[in-house]
């Protein structure tokens, strides 16, 4: 509040002195302050406006003192008791420092008026705020008054002051948000907040946890790591032992984001553990919920505490955590557990060929929400995954070569990312027709799993991928071990949509080997359970492998015969079902495939002009695709 305020609210009303005003009482009381041993007065006068503490053993009415002026005492209860009692009490609780402030900030407060109390008192020279100051022409330079209180062409006559509270909210503020966001403190900031907390000031604990987040945010880890242990020992010392848990939370966090793994693990333990033993639901949850995704994130250094049965299977992970989130409101863990499940949403669109829906979805979240220093990453590459794989199917290798280039630039953290990346340049390596290349990759891959000891799903994907690409080389029998090896653990995971592809690359081999009835009724067993997955790319891939199969047949069939016309029939009907699932994904090398053969069906059959509108159709598809 500003002088000009409080003149204004009190100069329209009269004072018990006739002619004044309470502002001109005011006015005179704020001069009269002259110094700083004035100051020191008036605040050890205070207790003279309270009413005497009634003491022990007295009638319970405090005794009349004759030598205080006859004036209306406050109540030492009241508000307006308690505040002069509490006034008094923190200018005791000033440091020297911080009472040189507040006398300087009495100077500057009262600065405004100097003009309307020269008026009323023409003697009052510019000196006059300070009687310790001499007003004759011996110190006409001012040396003095500069010496003491520096420029005093500044209204303000010095900084302004902050207090303690106003700091911590400031100090809070800018916590959460380096928390929200994750960035860093401006400099600018960073300058004004260092100002504020001045020389023989008192800072706040709260304080050191920022320096602990700057000093995280800028890659400084011993830095980060003194102002963790710095602030969580202030907090323990003033008997905020309920902080414990949080200060292991944090300092797993801080291990982990600079690769200290093994310790991050045991201190999120330990977090879990103290939170259990605290009674601390939030914390152990958000503990447990940390732990899943780290697990995602680094599942080979989490196989002990997978033995040990702390998160159980990530399916019951995931419904223990959310449970957990919406029974004690925090949206926070909630919103971790939604991601994974909008992870899973999205994966099935683009499963279904819904490319483009997948990505509107992702370009609609609000900028605002990406801003984080994780999110923003992780939401790019992910986005770059699913351009990579529409690039992939529309035969549009350089542009899918592109994106891979760039989500390279920059190793993605989760590794599911990293593995979803890998599997991107072995596709892009068998579109380019490099078998080897691809081969080669793939071992690469599979020797990195098998030391991560990563998730089972997606080692069995990669075991079948070396079965497919064995096929494509012109050697599916050398896939056969490894693609039977699959089936079964894939069998026994309960991993169906892995088992149905296993079961393809089986059928594929069978085929080479001239198998085909086998091949058509292990096919047409599985395929009712497969469609249910609603993955259009297994889908076009069984179908495929189906339509070999009854071709197969028809070719052992006698020229001309009903069995041959009726195997011919259900191999051009296994084509179009699965151009009808390669055109869903816009899969432009599937859709040709299944064109060529379908044309060369319908020449077998004699049927010229649909085996000519089967070539339009494929040209019209290359030409749409260049």
């Known amino acids: 509040m500003s002088i000009e305020v409080l003149q204004k609210a009190t100069v329209i009303h009269a004072s018990a002195v006739p002619g004044r005003t309470v502002w001109d009482l005011l006015l005179k009381a704020l001069w009269a302050i002259n110094s700083l041993d004035t100051l020191h007065n008036f605040f050890d006068e205070l207790p003279a406006l309270l009413e005497k503490p009634i003491e022990e053993g007295s009638s319970g009415v405090a005794d009349a003192d004759p030598q205080r002026p006859k004036r209306m005492l406050l109540s030492r209860n009241s508000p307006l008791g308690a505040f002069v009692r509490r006034a008094q009490l923190e200018f005791t609780r000033l440091q020297f420092h911080d009472g040189i402030s507040l006398w300087k900030e009495l100077i500057a407060f009262r600065h405004p008026t100097l003009g309307l109390w020269k008026r009323r ?96 945010k800028s890659g400084d880890y011993p830095s980060s790591f003194d102002n963790l242990h710095r602030y969580f020992d202030y907090a323990m010392r003033q008997g905020e032992k309920g902080l414990y848990q949080y200060g292991l939370l944090n300092l797993a966090i801080l291990h982990a984001d600079f690769g200290c793994v093994s310790e991050a693990i045991s201190a999120i333990q330990e977090t879990i553990a103290t939170a259990r033993e605290n009674h601390d639901l939030p914390c152990l949850n958000y503990s447990l919920s940390w732990l899943h995704q780290f697990g995602r994130t680094h599942p ?27 029974e004690s409101n925090m949206w926070t863990l909630l919103s971790t557990t939604l991601l994974s499940e909008a992870k899973l949403t999205l994966s099935k669109l683009a499963r279904k060929g819904r490319y483009g829906e997948a990505i509107s979805r992702m370009d609609e979240i609000d900028p605002e929400a990406l801003r984080g220093v994780k999110h923003q990453p992780y939401w790019t590459t992910s986005l770059g995954i699913l351009r990579t794989q529409r690039h992939l199917n529309r035969d549009e290798l350089e542009a899918a070569d592109q994106v891979l280039l760039q989500l390279q630039a920059a ?33 690469k891959l599979l020797t990195q799993l098998s030391q991560q000891e990563a998730d089972i799903y997606q080692r069995l994907k990669a075991m079948v991928l070396k079965a497919r690409i064995y096929d494509k080389a012109g050697i599916p029998q050398k896939g056969f071990s490894v693609a039977v090896r699959a089936a079964s653990l894939a069998h026994k995971a309960r991993l169906l ?52 199969g009854h071709m197969g047949m028809a070719g052992q069939a006698k020229e001309g015969s009903t069995q041959r016309k009726e195997k011919l029939t259900k191999a051009s009907n296994s084509l179009d079902r699965a151009f009808d699932e390669y055109s869903r994904i816009d899969d432009i090398r599937g859709q040709c495939e299944m064109l060529a053969k379908k044309a060369t069906i319908m020449h077998l059959n004699g049927d010229l002009v649909l085996a000519n509108d089967c070539a339009a159709k494929y040209l019209d598809i290359r030409r749409a695709a260049t």
């Open 121 to 216: 008192n023409p003697g009052v020279s510019s000196y006059s705020f300070d009687s310790n100051l001499p007003e004759d022409s011996a110190d006409a330079d001012g040396k003095l008054e500069g010496l003491v209180y520096g420029d005093m062409s500044d209204s303000t006559f010095g900084d302004a002051y902050t207090s303690t509270d106003d700091m911590e909210r400031l100090l809070d503020h800018q916590i959460n948000q380096m928390q929200r966001l994750g960035n860093r403190v401006p400099q600018e900031v960073q300058s004004q907040l260092r100002a504020m907390a001045k020389p023989g000031a008192s800072i706040p604990d709260v304080t050191y946890y920022m320096q602990f987040l700057e000093a995280w």
């Open 411 to 443: 190793p993605a953290e989760a590794q599911e990312l990293r593995y979803s990346i890998s599997l991107m340049e072995i596709h892009l390596q068998l579109r380019r027709r490099d078998y080897p290349g691809a081969l080669a990759l793939l071992e």
């Open 497 to 548: 949509p892995v088992l149905w592809e296993a079961v393809g690359a089986i059928c594929r081999i069978l085929t080479s080997v001239k198998e085909f009835d086998s091949a058509v009724r292990l096919l047409e067993s599985v395929l009712p359970q497969a469609l249910e997955c609603e993955d259009c790319e297994l889908a076009a891939y069984l179908f495929s492998c189906l339509a070999d």
């Open 300 to 326: 080979e250094e989490i196989g002990e505490v997978q033995e040990k049965g702390v998160l159980g299977s990530e399916k019951e992970a995931l419904v223990f955590l959310k449970a957990k989130a919406k």
